[in-house]
């Protein structure tokens, strides 16, 4: 009978998880700093860009309760950002509550008597005197920077503002043609949709799975392309992905998606809606129309240069649906429009 | 049964600390993290007193938790707030006492639990639970079933000891904080499903 446990799984998280690695070097006192360390690190990297640290960014909990390790300048989290400027080390006191060098340092220097943390582009703990990166299932810089959601509304909203409005997030940021985000590479839904399920399963709270469905219709139907469903409650959400602008094919050829195919993808989402209901009448569901928006005046494969006006031209046109399917049906929230905007020559 | 009372006040008040609220999935789910820590650590499931099941869709349940989230709710101990559900006043002082009586020993192994959404993001904690062999079978099979049955646990057990393991030869002795083999183990359900997944 084979092994039921995977050995090359539990031998490397063994040696590569952060808190295990505490505990094997500072004890229960280290661990019991680490919570205070993880704590303080959101709060941290919720007030500072990871563009700001561009030097590095040391943060650690003394071992001893009451021990200072630096001088520095008192600050709280709403202070940070104007006081960092590429590159920072922070003492944290108490919660809220830090002691901040607004350079870098070498953060093994503090490693002897402190749990410490160092960010450079990734996730890092000082283990055994030396750095070592965090393991990192997401495909965001930092496990300790992200967001949590209560509601799949709120995801969206920050999402469009903060993921997909300049391309930030690694997935989506394949989704380009050029370096100035004018045209979009060949099949570009891919990368919005692997983007958009990659964000809610780290981000929302309460899910129990969220899946990309199949793309190909199943028995002539469209299905949305993400499921959402919640652990306890019978709530289904649906997410049907559409993209606007112009797209380059492998052939280089150009292929344009207008604001009808937007309207197109609020229409399969009502039927599928409706459909959903005949068939589980007792579920919960709502359905939401996420348009990634990509369009830019006058620009083809033979552009050179685009005035800003022009690159920006629809930043702020919203599509208008008619018939307003979210009007219509209780089922059907307001479409949600991502504008991802252009990459803009400094001024 | 005070148990799953305890169990609803402490882990509503940890979330609420760390993340503003709990949310009644979450609640379910920490607790069952707990209860497994518990077995770790005592090797006696019937100790935490109350069954899970595994719901068709694959998720871990207690009624006797439901119940007591109806009973908390209705007496006023426990409010909704704008990112899950909050203690009251009412609720902190409920939570005070239960931890004071012989009960009180089960917020070891919740303490534990919610910390690992300390180690990594929140949503992914719930979310590597349902990797549990045990979970993932009645999710394949669209079947509620009961979960700590022998056969599961043994295999649970086998994953703590092999995450473990590096800790035991170094002569560390995981218990001394459980949130790190419960870490461990979250994360190993993790990393088995990313290399099947990429296989």
Redesign the interface.
Known sequence: MSD????????????L????GV??NY??EG??A??KL??ALRVIHDALAYELMRDGLTVFVPLEEGSLLIDGIRTDSAQLPSLVKGGATIEVRDSNDYCLQPTASDPRDFADTAVVYHFDGADHFVIDGELQEV?N??SYPS?FG?P?F?ELGDALTDYRDNRALYSQCPILSKCWHDENRWLLADSPEQYMRDSLHDFL?????????IDIRPEQPIDGEHTPDIKV?????NRTAYIEVKWLGKSVSKKKKLAKHTEVRARKGAGQLAVYLARDQEAAPRQQRAGYLAVFDARRWGVSLETTSLKDEHALYYETQDIDYNPDFSELRHDFERPRRFFLSPRLAPS | MAGAALDVLAITSHLQH??G?A????I??FAYLGCLVSFYDRDDPAWWRYRFTATS???P?AHALSEALEALGAAGALLPG???LVLSDLGEAQLNLLRGSSLGERDHYLEAAT?TA???????V??AI?LE?QLRRALKWSATTELLEPDGLD?IR??FD??????SE?K?D?R??L??PA??WL??L???Q??SSSK
């Open positions: 039921p446990i995977d050995r090359d799984a539990a031998e490397r998280v063994a040696r998880q952060f808190a295990s505990l094997k004890g229960r661990t019991k680490l919570r993880t704590r393991i299932q997401t496990v992200l949590t209560y399963s780290v981000t929302l709270r309460g899910h129990k799975n469903m919640w652990t306890v409650t | 760390d993340a609220g949310m009644e999935g979450e379910h789910s869709a694959g998720a349940y704008s990112r899950g910390a300390l180690m990594m993001p929140l949503p992914t719930p979310a349902t062999p295999l086998k994953q092999a995450v473990t393991k590096g800790l170094e560390i995981a001394e904080d949130m790190v870490v461990l994360s190993y993790l990393d088995e990313q290399s």
